[in-house]
T-cell receptor, first 111, second 113 residues
């Protein structure tokens, strides 16, 4: 069974700090990786995707991918209370388009 | 506005009844997906379709059925055979070619009593 694993948290950080969210995946054939943010009662919102090894930055967000270690991470700089949400990590099933999701990490940013 | 719509937002049914959840997109995406989310859980794939008139089972297809007669529409029927149908149902779409990013609709919260 292919899996994506995340620490459920909660991860608590003070406002202005860096939040680091991590994810591992079991399918070595996975090609693409995604981070979604989900507020309570709402649908997931795509915030980052990464296809190649290394770092990808978009504003306050940086996604990191290490295919050799089967590890994906998301860094949120200058964390804001509005970043408080559940963050879902997802990976493609092999080379296909369907995704496998982790159960999510809850982030709490205190002001 | 381009996007994905799901209706209704909340749905209540009695046990033993079939119910159909609507999903429409105007993003011109080829691929569409249905997921189920239970409290404290991640998303589990029910069915997906990469092209009109074709669809594949996901991890938890038992008790569900779908159709894909039009590119824009991918309705999900929750049948009476589904043992625990109460959940948050999410529809998503992706371009299907060259871009695997999935975008979600607002979801339908189904309660069966």
């Amino acid at each position: 069974q292919k899996e994506v694993e995340q620490n459920s948290g909660p991860l608590s950080v003070p406002e202005g700090a860096i939040a680091s969210l991590n994810c591992t995946y079991s399918d070595r054939g996975s090609q693409s990786f995604f981070w979604y943010r989900q507020y309570s009662g709402k649908s997931p919102e795509l915030i980052m995707f990464i296809y190649s090894n290394g770092d990808k930055e978009d504003g306050r967000f940086t996604a990191q991918l290490n295919k050799a270690s089967q590890y994906v991470s998301l860094l949120i700089r200058d964390s804001q209370p509005s970043d408080s949400a559940t963050y879902l990590c997802a990976a493609t099933r092999g080379a296909g388009t369907a995704l496998i999701f982790g159960k999510g990490t809850t982030l709490s940013v205190s002001s | 506005d381009g996007g994905i719509t799901q209706s209704p937002k909340y749905l209540f049914r009695k046990e033993g009844q079939n119910v159909t959840l609507s999903c429409e997109q105007n993003l011109n995406h080829d691929a569409m997906y249905w997921y189920r989310q239970d409290p404290g859980q991640g998303l589990r794939l029910i069915y997906y379709s990469q092209i009109v008139n074709d669809f594949q089972k996901g991890d938890i297809a038992e008790g569900y059925s779908v159709s894909r007669e039009k590119k824009e529409s991918f309705p999900l029927t929750v049948t009476s055979a589904q043992k625990n149908p109460t959940a948050f149902y999410l529809c998503a779409s992706s371009s299907g070619t060259g871009g695997y990013e999935q975008y979600f609709g607002p979801g339908t919260r189904l309660t069966v009593t």
